[in-house]
């Protein structure tokens, strides 16, 4: 949250309510959270049974920050991030890319609209996307493209280490000027940091014994500090205790469930849908006025071509109102009883 006087401008944040907000680099995911991630929030993505779909969500969360020049940082025990992660964040798509596409939009009415005309009953009920999001199916980045030398910092130790990782957080908000403390007009420039700290429920840590330690310090310096954490695990393996402990340190939490194989010859009908998209905290920071998404029965798909998009799994059923004159049946044998 800002102070009293503070007027801090950073490039791709907005203020709301006093709170600093920047994107997430998913249109769908921005929408279920109100429009943006309040800054200083810890994002705990669940990665159930699989670890193939978060890290589409963790690469438009770089690209949103390398777009803008915010300071990025990425840790991971399990593998060198310039070797996986950082090889495939998706480029910014220009404005000729986002004209070719409305053509096809357009075409796609136009082929829907036709079919409907084969079931004339059902011409005037009205069409329902399923699509989340200001932009539709479309994301402002085009992960076929691959941004080439991003500028990310990685955490590389030897012997990766938990109180090692939390020092160097602390020395780069220091050399970054990131903390909340005001310092004046005269001051340096204020710059937003973007974390990502993947499988931080690996016992691989060093001391992985004081993750809970880790994390109630790791909220503090987020608290004080223009930063947005994004923290990946996986609740099938892990204990119970070492969940409550991610559960309780997070702002808000996502679960990522794939498709068995009887579910996915089940929802054939859905399409290139890989699994469904729990939303289970939002975050707390607004708490005056705080954000309900309309429908929480929700899938994701995660696709090389067009990223991460969240769509909603059922849709309910448009009916259309009684013409002038007639009167549902139910309701006009209601009238007729007698209390």
């Not at 090889?87 to 798509?93: A, E």
């Not at 005037?124 to 980045?141: D, F, H, R, T």
């Not at 955490?155 to 908000?173: A, H, M, Q, T, W």
């Not at 909340?180 to 014994?209: A, Y």
Request: aromatic share 8%; net charge neutral; hydrophobic share 35%.
């Amino acid at each position: 949250m800002l102070n009293i006087g503070d007027s801090v401008q950073i490039a791709g944040c907005s203020t709301k309510k006093r709170l600093l907000e920047a994107s997430s680099g998913c249109d769908s995911f921005d929408t279920l959270l109100g429009g943006a991630i309040v800054n200083s929030s810890i994002v705990l993505i669940d990665e159930y049974r699989s670890r193939s779909y978060g890290s589409y969500l963790l690469r438009s969360f770089l690209a949103e920050g390398i777009h803008y020049g915010h300071r990025c940082f990425i840790a991971d025990p399990t593998e060198d991030p310039k070797e996986s992660i950082l090889k495939v964040i998706p480029s910014r798509k220009t404005e000729d890319d986002q004209k070719k596409e409305i053509p096809n939009s357009s075409m796609s009415n136009i082929e829907t609209e036709n079919s409907m005309k084969i079931a004339w009953r059902y011409g005037n009920v009205k069409q329902v996307s399923s699509a989340i999001g200001p932009s539709g199916n479309e994301n402002l980045y085009d992960f076929s493209k691959h941004v080439e030398n991003p500028k990310v910092e990685v955490y590389n130790d030897e012997i990766p280490s938990l109180s090692g990782l939390y020092k160097r957080l602390c020395d780069v908000v220091r050399e970054e000027e990131a903390h909340t403390k005001s310092s004046g007009r005269g001051g340096p420039k204020k710059n937003l940091l973007r974390v990502i700290l993947k499988n931080i429920d690996m016992e691989i840590w060093e001391d992985h014994q004081s993750l809970g330690r880790f994390l109630c310090s790791l909220r503090s310096l987020a608290r004080s500090s223009y930063m947005i954490v994004y923290i990946t695990a996986n609740s099938y393996r892990v204990s119970t205790s070492t969940w409550r402990l991610l559960e309780s340190s997070s702002d808000t939490q996502i679960q990522l469930i794939p498709f068995n194989e009887t579910e996915k010859k089940m929802f054939r009908h859905l399409g290139t849908a890989h699994g469904y998209f729990h939303l289970k905290n939002l975050p707390r920071l607004m708490s005056v006025g705080t954000h309900t998404p309309p429908i929480l029965d929700l899938i994701f798909e995660a696709s090389s071509k067009k990223g991460f998009q969240i769509r909603v799994m059922h849709l309910p059923p448009a009916f259309d109102e009684p013409a002038p004159g007639q009167q549902n049946t139910a309701t006009a044998s209601c009238q007729n009883i007698d209390f």
